[in-house]
């Protein structure tokens, strides 16, 4: 498929506004056009609407889309099926012109739906992360150049050069660029690129390995526009950040752990991963600049992997992540991935790591967990988990998104907290005084 039209943004774009004017529209022609059964129509519609909206929080409440939706979601969906009614009426009414109006109503109608309700979530921005796949440019690596340096004093010393370009870059590590992946079918990762990181004889920068939710892929929008923000207030400096695939699928969930079901997706993220970035990436090579984060699912495993892997990862950032991998369905993930080991499952917990880790491990680390407001699902998940990353020894940050549940908002919130706060620690802002 065209990798630009798997690359379109769907929420930053005025595509929903277009698709919902025409099937507004064509509810009008529909609802107008003589001979007129505007009653009828009426009634269907609005019928149709209802059940819908109805049948969504029937469902909500039965926690099938895991969690409360977002605000609007329902709305969204129960209007484009009101209109999508509306037009298969136009459909099966004389003259051809209306029925031809119909079709164009209910897929503009249903079309608008899909959009809103992702629009409400959030987090999907294009067509490439809804299927799983990989839509971005293959990438082109720097040189390997990096002037020496205190990383802890890089915002004092670093002078960005006059063609420093504005914004980062991001790519897809493919073909000659891609990680190696070891006993583990992992997608392409993406790589996000700061300003500071394309000019000549640039900083060695922090590492910010990160990984989004489920069903997901390895998508830097919304990491990048965040990393973005925060180096053009830095004169270009921000980690350089790669998108792992913590997944395979959209609907898998190897739960963070090597297993025989899904491969060794611990050994790609905490090993094969962070060595293919000292070999190719003009990186600070001390651990306590390198952090470990997620999103959701994601999250999940930066929690596991910066309390069982410290010596890896100097730093945690857990945005809205599960308290412990797996935790939506147990019973399948001891049986399919600990091979039914309740044990080696209940280890792997990251609060039961914490609490089993030497005095001073997590010395000098930083964990930051967030989550928003609404969140009912997570949220006291997450609460567990800081209080268990308080006690074991990390210097803990948290971030509530008021009103916000588990969404993009909540995660674009997040991470615009989340990055300056972790910038002192990185040597890419002056500690807090």
Known sequence: MNRFFLAFELIDSPLLLISALIAAVGVVAVLLWPPRHLLRALLIGVSAGLVTYIVVHILEGGDVFQGPLPVHAATWASAGVAAAAVGVVGICSRPWGRRIVGVITVLASLFAAALGVNASYGVTHNLAAILGVQALDPATLPQQDATAGDPATLYQTWQPPADMPAKGTVSALTGSTKIPT????????????????????????????????????????????????????????????????????????????????????????????????????????????????????????????????????????????????????????????????????????????????????????????????????????????????????FTVLTHIVDGAGHTGEALDKSLAFAIPALAPVLGLAAPAS
């Open 182 to 393: 070891g006993q583990y079918a992992a997608r392409d990762a993406s790589l996000y690129l700061p300003p500071a990181a394309q000019v000549a004889n640039p900083p060695a920068l922090p590492l910010l390995v990160f990984m989004m939710g489920q069903p997901g892929s390895p998508d830097p929008t919304a990491l990048a526009k965040a990393l973005d923000t925060f180096a053009a207030s830095n004169r270009g400096l921000a980690p350089i950040a790669i998108v792992v695939d913590q997944l395979t699928a959209p609907d898998r969930d190897p739960t963070c752990v090597d297993s025989a079901k899904y491969g060794a997706v611990a050994t790609y993220i905490n090993q094969l991963v962070p060595q293919w970035a000292e070999k190719n990436l003009n990186i600070v090579t001390d651990h306590r600049y390198w952090v470990i984060g997620g999103f959701s699912n994601g999250g999940s495993c930066a929690a596991m992997y910066g309390a069982k892997y410290p010596g890896t990862w100097g730093q945690m950032l857990d945005v809205m992540g599960n308290e412990f991998p797996g935790s939506e369905h147990v019973a399948q993930t001891v049986a399919d991935v600990y091979a039914g080991d309740a044990a080696a499952f209940q280890a792997n917990k990251p609060s039961v790591i914490m609490g089993a880790a030497a005095p001073d491990t997590y010395a000098g680390h930083t964990a930051i967990f967030t989550w928003g407001s609404l969140d009912t699902t997570y949220g006291p998940g997450q609460l567990a988990n800081s209080q268990a990353a308080q006690a074991a020894g």
